[in-house]
C-alpha cells in the first residue's frame, strides 16, 4: 500500500541554523500539507500547497518557512534560521483531493538547541 | 476561531470494554477526521465522515451536523487500541477550503488486559 515517507526521523541542529525537512508524498496525490506537533500539544497546520504555489497558511507559518516540489516526487519544508521553539514533530501528509482524506508520514522529530 | 474540543482527555478501560470519545467543535465545517496517534508519533486516518455513520471493524463513527459532535466508539476493546485518538476539522469558509485540517487535543486512551 503506497505511503508518506519523510526523512529524517531525527534532526538535531544548532539555533540559527536552516534545516530541511524532507517528504515523499503518494504518488497520484495533488495536495501537500505540513503539519507540527510540539510535545504535548495539539497538531497545528502550517501550510497548504498544490499546482506548484502555497494554498494556505497560518500565522505559524512565517519568512522563516518556505516549502517547494522540487522535482515530481519531494515536497520539502525549510525553515532559515531554526528557533529553540521551533523544536516540535513535523508531519507531511497528502490528499488526492482537498476533500478527501489525508495520509500523513512518520513524522521527523526536529530538536534545535 | 474554530476551536475543537475533545473529552475526556484521558481514558482508561478494561479489555472488553465499550468505549466513547466524544469531540465538539463551534463553526460550520465540511468533514470531520477521526485519526489514530501510536506511542512512536504516527498518525493514521481512521475515518473522515460528513454525515451519518461510517464503521469500519470495531471502529464505529458518528456525526451529528446540526449539534456540531461526533462520537467514536471501539466494541470490545483491547490492549493493541491504547492510543491517542484525535480529532480534526475542516471548516468550510465561504467556500474557501484547501483542506486545512484544526486539530483537538486527543484523547489517551489505555485498555488493561
Known amino acids: 500500500e503506497p505511503e508518506v515517507t519523510q526523512t529524517p526521523s531525527h534532526q538535531v541542529t544548532q539555533m540559527g541554523q536552516e534545516v530541511i525537512l524532507r517528504c515523499v508524498p503518494i504518488?497520484?496525490?495533488?495536495?501537500f500539507y505540513w503539519y507540527r506537533q510540539i510535545l504535548g500539544q495539539k497538531v497545528e497546520f502550517l501550510v497548504s500547497?498544490?499546482?506548484?504555489?502555497?494554498?494556505?497558511k497560518s500565522e505559524i507559518f512565517d519568512d522563516q518557512f518556505s516549502v517547494e516540489r522540487p522535482d515530481g516526487s519531494n515536497f520539502t519544508l525549510k525553515i532559515r534560521s531554526t528557533k529553540l521553539e521551533d523544536s516540535a514533530m513535523y508531519f507531511c501528509?497528502?490528499?488526492?483531493?482537498?476533500?478527501?482524506?489525508?495520509?500523513f508520514g512518520p513524522g521527523t522529530r526536529l530538536t534545535v538547541l | 476561531k474554530n476551536e475543537v474540543e475533545q473529552s475526556p482527555q484521558n481514558l482508561t478501560a478494561q479489555e472488553g470494554e465499550f468505549i466513547t470519545i466524544n469531540c465538539s467543535y463551534s463553526?460550520?465545517?465540511?468533514?470531520l477526521h477521526w485519526l489514530q496517534q501510536h506511542p512512536g508519533g504516527g498518525i493514521v486516518s481512521l475515518f473522515m465522515?460528513?454525515?451519518g455513520k461510517k464503521k469500519h471493524g470495531r471502529l464505529i463513527a458518528t456525526i451529528n451536523i446540526q449539534e456540531k459532535h461526533s462520537s467514536l466508539h471501539i466494541t470490545a476493546s483491547h490492549p493493541r487500541d491504547s492510543a491517542v485518538y484525535i480529532c480534526?476539522?475542516?471548516?468550510?469558509?465561504?467556500?474557501?477550503?484547501?483542506?486545512?485540517?484544526?486539530f483537538g487535543q486527543g484523547t489517551i486512551l489505555t485498555v488493561h488486559p
Open positions: 501528509a497528502s490528499g488526492r483531493m482537498f476533500t478527501d482524506t489525508q495520509y
Open positions: 504518488s497520484n496525490h495533488l495536495y
Open positions: 500547497f498544490y499546482n506548484n504555489e502555497i494554498s494556505e
Open positions: 463553526v460550520g465545517i465540511s468533514a
Open positions: 465522515l460528513s454525515s
Open positions: 480534526a476539522v475542516r471548516s468550510y469558509a465561504g467556500g474557501t477550503s484547501y483542506g486545512k485540517l484544526t
